[in-house]
C-alpha cells in the first residue's frame, strides 16, 4: 500500500486545535494504517490503499472536517517527492545562501505560469522566492518575522503550509524514499 507525507495548515493555532493524538486517533479511525506524527504542526505519514495524492489529500480533509468541525487544507507528497524537494531545497541553498533561513511552502495547487511569475515577483531585497511545482521556496537574508511578501503569498497563489528547510530535512530523513 502506497505512503503519503501530510502537511496540514494552521492547526493548533487559536482555537484550530487538532492534538497528537487526537489526530492519530482520528487517522487510525479513518482507516489509514502506519500512522506517525512529527511535533504538533501538521506533519503526518500515512498508508492506505489510495493511490492518487488529490484523493488522499480530500479523504483527509473530510476526515478532519468531520473529526474537527473545521476545515484543514492539506497537501499531500509522496516519500521519493519529499526527498527529491529536500534535495532541490538544498541546491537552492547552496546556489543562493540565505542569511536567515529556508521555508518551503506547499501549496494547495500547482500555479499557472502567471500565478508562478506574480509570486517569484514578490522577491525583494532579503527574500527570494522560487516557485517549483506546487512549491515555493522560500530563501530569507532578513529574519522571517519581518517579511512582508510571506504574508502576500496566499493570496496570489492560494492556500498553502510552510516549514523550515531543518523541518523538511528531519521528516526526508524519517520518512522520505
Known sequence: MPTHIGFLRAVNIGKRQFKTADLRAALVGGGYTDVETHIQTGNIKVTTPLRSSAKVEADLEAL??????FEVVTMVVSPAELTRLTEE???????????????????????????????????????????????????????????????????????????NLKVIRTLADKWGA
Request: charged share 25%.
Open 64 to 69: 478532519f472536517l468531520a473529526d474537527r468541525g
Open 89 to 163: 531545497a538544498e541546491k537552492l541553498a547552496a546556489q543562493r545562501p540565505p542569511t536567515y533561513g529556508q521555508y518551503l511552502t506547499f501549496l494547495k495547487n500547482k500555479p499557472d505560469a502567471e500565478t508562478a511569475e506574480a509570486v517569484e515577483a514578490l522577491s525583494s531585497d532579503g527574500e527570494t522566492f522560487l516557485v517549483r511545482g506546487r512549491v515555493v521556496h522560500m530563501l530569507y537574508d532578513v529574519p522571517y518575522g519581518t517579511s512582508k511578501a510571506a504574508s502576500l503569498l496566499e493570496k496570489k497563489a492560494g492556500p498553502g503550509t510552510n516549514r
